[in-house]
Nanobody
Framework: QVPLVESGGGSVQPGGSLRLSCAAS????RGWFRQAPGKEREGVAT???????FYADSVKGRFTISRDTARNTLYLQMNNLKPEDTGMYYC?????????????????????WGPGTQVTVSA
């Protein structure tokens, strides 16, 4: 059984929107990360056990992370997309430790990863 599977990526023009989904199982603390070509993987948004949320400064006000507990699915609504949002987007999960809550956007704090879904923003 694959614990995390992303979907919803695609190509959009600047200013457009996409919603990513992640069919999740396992750890309760989850998040979205991305990696652009030639760059390190970075945290985008994370959600704790009580649905407390954390966002990278670059996406605040544009992206929203949410979860559907009944469907065990994690979402990332992305609005007003910019070319710099282009990259492979990954869903990840981790054990909900105090350390995770301090630095959940650090990819090193997640230990289970999906295969990723590509997001491309271009005119």
């Amino acid at each position: 059984q694959v614990p995390l599977v992303e979907s919803g990526g695609g190509s959009v023009q600047p200013g457009g929107s996409l919603r990513l989904s992640c069919a999740a199982s396992g750890h309760d603390c989850r998040g979205w990360f991305r990696q652009a070509p030639g760059k390190e993987r970075e945290g985008v948004a994370t959600s704790g056990r009580s649905s407390d949320t954390f966002y990278a400064d670059s996406v605040k006000g544009r992206f929203t992370i949410s979860r559907d507990t009944a469907r065990n699915t994690l979402y990332l609504q992305m609005n007003n997309l910019k070319p710099e949002d282009t990259g492979m987007y990954y869903c990840a999960s981790a054990t909900c430790t105090a350390r995770w809550y301090i630095s959940s956007l650090n990819p090193r704090e997640s230990d289970t990863w999906g295969p990723g879904t590509q997001v491309t923003v271009s005119a």
